[in-house]
């Protein structure tokens, strides 16, 4: 494209605000249209954290690409001047000394990922109070950590603004025909447009997306400081489905189940937790941490999951060249925040071609991208 290119970017979530971010560095004269504010409540890239971890089992894509993700964080926190990634680390509990974790331990070697194999006895060095005679090991990642989720989507609006995008909030767009789209005040066209709505976007474009959206909840616990953050860190049981935090910025120790939900609309459902997620958090912090049984709740988030059948992500032409979606994150996009706008913007500039891996086209069901306890 030439030194003019035009792109309206649909939605500042971390699809949205990474891709206007790159297209903007690259010259491009780019609209963001958000229905809200970036990061909003019902937003699927807001609240105060999401998990960056590299290990992605035996794929070795989706590792680099998280890997690439932390150092783009990195970077854009000494752009914006704010603290983005908290540098906890990562602790796995794997259960199986042959499984998912082994298998990534293994790539992260191969891609000179620092990672290391611990027994139960580190792990337990690693909590005040923690389960291991489950364990076959631990996977330790000591430059993983907890992105704050909400300053980071504002953060990437903010420096695209600052280097010449226009962000126009509390508009609800809608595709027209020919390419164009209206946000109320008549047709727009530009050459190239971005739908990157998350969970709307099945709203808008129906069944040929092959997106579901799920009601996933996050759960939060009243505990003493000994479990802030910056002393313990983030966690995952994949076998278990589950994960969380140390107490981020007086939130709470997150603990919750990473099981796919029932189907949710975002414009029409209570964000209201489940009471079957509840208990499962309040199970998996009984099983795991013990000392946290019974630990008060300090409050939830009703977040969505937008996934595609495989959970790979869904980047590709709607249609012409012209037209792009991008989403699908499967409950695994955030952490790879800029390098993820850097690769649609690849794609959506000319300069990469379209990826088969992102396709609009049928799909192998598998979950195994995320930490939800099966390999597909």
Same mark, same amino acid.
Request: charged share 25%.
């Given at each position: 494209?030439?030194?003019?290119?035009?792109?309206?970017?649909?939605?500042? /979530?971390?699809? %949205?605000?990474?891709?206007?971010?790159?297209?903007?560095? &690259?010259?491009?004269?780019?609209? @963001?249209?958000?229905?809200?504010?970036?990061?909003?409540? %019902?937003?699927?890239?807001?609240?105060?954290?999401?998990?960056?971890?590299?290990?992605? %089992?035996? +794929?070795?894509?989706?590792?680099?690409?998280?890997?690439?993700?932390?150092?783009?964080?990195?970077?854009?926190?000494?752009?914006?001047?704010? +603290? #983005?990634?908290?540098?906890?680390?990562?602790?796995?509990?794997?259960?199986?000394? &042959?499984?998912?974790?082994?298998?990534?331990?293994? @790539?992260?070697?191969?891609?000179?990922?620092? @990672? +290391?194999?611990? !027994?139960?006895?580190?792990?337990?060095?690693?909590?005040?109070?923690?389960?291991?005679?489950?364990?076959?090991? /631990?996977?330790?990642?000591?430059?993983?950590?907890?992105?704050?989720?909400?300053?980071?989507?504002?953060?990437?609006? !903010?420096?695209?603004?600052?280097?010449?995008?226009?962000?126009?909030?509390?508009?609800?767009?809608?595709?027209?025909?020919?390419?164009?789209?209206?946000?109320?005040? /008549?047709?727009?066209?530009?050459? &190239?447009?971005?739908?990157?709505?998350?969970?709307?976007?099945?709203?808008?474009?129906?069944?040929?997306?092959?997106?579901?959206?799920?009601?996933?909840?996050?759960?939060?616990?009243? *505990?003493?400081?000994?479990?802030?953050?910056?002393? #313990?860190?983030?966690?995952?049981?994949?076998?278990?489905?589950?994960?969380? *935090?140390?107490?981020?910025?007086?939130?709470?120790?997150?603990?919750?189940?990473?099981?796919?939900?029932?189907?949710?609309?975002?414009?029409?459902?209570?964000?209201?937790?489940?009471?079957?997620?509840?208990?499962?958090?309040?199970?998996?912090?009984?099983?795991?941490?013990?000392?946290?049984?019974?630990?008060?709740?300090?409050?939830?988030?009703?977040?969505?999951?937008?996934?595609?059948?495989? *959970?790979?992500?869904?980047?590709?032409?709607?249609?012409?060249?012209?037209?792009?979606?991008?989403?699908?994150?499967?409950?695994?996009?955030?952490?790879?925040?800029?390098?993820?706008?850097?690769? @649609?913007?690849?794609?959506?500039?000319?300069? &990469?071609?379209?990826?088969?891996?992102?396709?609009?086209?049928?799909?192998?069901?598998?979950?195994?991208?995320?930490?939800? %306890?099966?390999?597909?």
């Amino acid at each position: 494209m030439g030194d003019d290119a035009s792109a309206i970017v649909v939605g500042a /979530g971390v699809f %949205g605000a990474a891709t206007a971010l790159a297209l903007t560095r &690259r010259g491009w004269r780019v609209t @963001v249209l958000e229905r809200a504010t970036p990061g909003h409540v %019902g937003a699927s890239s807001g609240g105060d954290s999401r998990l960056l971890r590299s290990s992605h %089992g035996g +794929e070795r894509y989706y590792t680099q690409l998280a890997w690439d993700g932390r150092s783009a964080w990195r970077a854009l926190e000494a752009d914006a001047g704010r +603290e #983005v990634l908290v540098e906890t680390g990562i602790v796995w509990f794997a259960r199986d000394e &042959r499984g998912w974790e082994a298998d990534s331990a293994q @790539v992260c070697a191969e891609l000179g990922i620092p @990672v +290391e194999r611990v !027994d139960g006895d580190r792990v337990a060095e690693l909590f005040p109070s923690v389960r291991i005679d489950d364990l076959a090991f /631990g996977l330790w990642e000591p430059h993983a950590g907890v992105l704050r989720a909400r300053v980071g989507v504002q953060a990437m609006v !903010d420096l695209a603004v600052r280097e010449g995008a226009t962000v126009r909030t509390g508009v609800t767009a809608r595709a027209v025909a020919g390419g164009a789209v209206d946000a109320g005040d /008549g047709p727009q066209w530009a050459d &190239r447009t971005i739908w990157a709505c998350g969970p709307w976007l099945s709203a808008l474009f129906g069944d040929r997306l092959g997106l579901t959206v799920t009601q996933q909840d996050a759960c939060y616990f009243t *505990t003493s400081a000994q479990w802030r953050a910056d002393r #313990v860190p983030a966690w995952v049981d994949f076998a278990g489905a589950a994960y969380g *935090t140390g107490d981020l910025d007086g939130h709470g120790f997150k603990c919750s189940t990473d099981r796919q939900g029932p189907p949710f609309d975002p414009d029409r459902d209570d964000r209201m937790p489940l009471p079957a997620h509840l208990d499962a958090a309040r199970e998996i912090l009984a099983h795991r941490f013990p000392a946290l049984a019974g630990a008060p709740l300090a409050g939830t988030r009703t977040c969505q999951y937008t996934t595609t059948a495989d *959970t790979e992500f869904l980047i590709a032409p709607l249609d012409t060249e012209e037209v792009w979606v991008a989403g699908g994150g499967s409950g695994h996009a955030f952490k790879h925040g800029p390098a993820l706008g850097e690769l @649609v913007a690849d794609m959506v500039d000319g300069s &990469r071609k379209p990826d088969a891996r992102f396709a609009l086209s049928a799909r192998t069901p598998s979950g195994s991208l995320r930490t939800a %306890g099966h390999r597909g």
